[in-house]
């Protein structure tokens, strides 16, 4: 099957600091890409919807500003949390859908970032 | 608005007995319906996955079951394992669209 790859697993940072997490299609070409957050013991929320070589489109209520969402191959999205604070930490994980994924809405998920902002 | 409800929220059954998990949801132009396994710390894993035009669908130990004048379908999983304890969420999604998750099911198979 399909493979997304997601770096890193999990991340430490200070208060302030920005992180970027990479989601990475490794066998496929990855038209559309989903980025997920998911508190302890809850459901997977989405953040927001990337296209290949398009500006994202980020759900109601996630900050575009602190959550840049940078989508330039069909290979490879990335993730930044700029000036991350403890209320940023959660489990963010990305899913990519390929061009002919059968049935169409069939998505392939990485293995998730925890973040933990101190 | 919660597009896609899921009960129970947690599950407990005993090793060899059947679990079920049931989903309704309310947008009809959704057209894919999968269900995600997922243990602690991992992403979500694609389990089974059903469109509504069947309505049923069986892969090894796992059956969904879809209902689509009532708008619900359903997760069995035959002779349930300790192994298969986790978190299970069914999705609903239309035209390839982000999946909408529900809120979850956490099963505990006790040996």
């Known amino acids: 099957g399909a493979v997304v790859s997601q770096h890193p697993s999990w991340v430490i940072c200070k208060s302030g600091t920005s992180v970027k997490i990479e989601c990475r299609s490794l066998d496929f070409q990855a038209t559309t890409m989903f980025w997920y957050r998911q508190f302890p013991k809850q459901s997977l929320m989405l953040m927001a919807t990337s296209n290949e070589g398009s500006k994202a489109t980020y759900e109601q209520g996630v900050e575009k500003d602190k959550f840049l969402i940078n989508h330039a191959s069909l290979t490879l999205s990335t993730l930044t949390v700029t000036s991350a604070h403890p209320e940023d930490s959660s489990f963010y994980i990305c899913s990519a859908r390929s061009a002919s994924s059968t049935p169409t809405g069939k998505l392939f998920f990485g293995s998730g970032t925890q973040l933990s902002v101190l | 608005q919660q597009q896609v409800k899921q009960s129970p929220q947690s599950l407990i059954v005993q090793k060899g007995g059947i679990s079920i998990i049931n989903c309704a949801y309310e947008?009809?132009?959704?057209?894919?319906f999968p269900w995600y396994q997922q243990f602690p710390g991992k992403g979500p894993a694609l389990l089974i996955a059903?469109?509504?035009?069947?309505s049923e669908k069986k892969e090894g130990r796992f059956t969904i079951s879809f209902n689509k004048s009532a708008k619900q379908f359903s997760l069995h999983i035959m002779d349930s394992q300790p192994g298969d304890s986790a978190t299970y969420f069914c999705?609903?999604?239309?035209?390839?669209?982000?999946?909408?998750f529900g809120k979850g099911t956490t099963l505990s198979v006790s040996s």
């Open positions: 947008n009809t132009a959704f057209d894919y």
């Open positions: 999705a609903a999604s239309q035209a390839g669209t982000a999946l909408i």
């Open positions: 059903i469109r509504p035009d069947v």
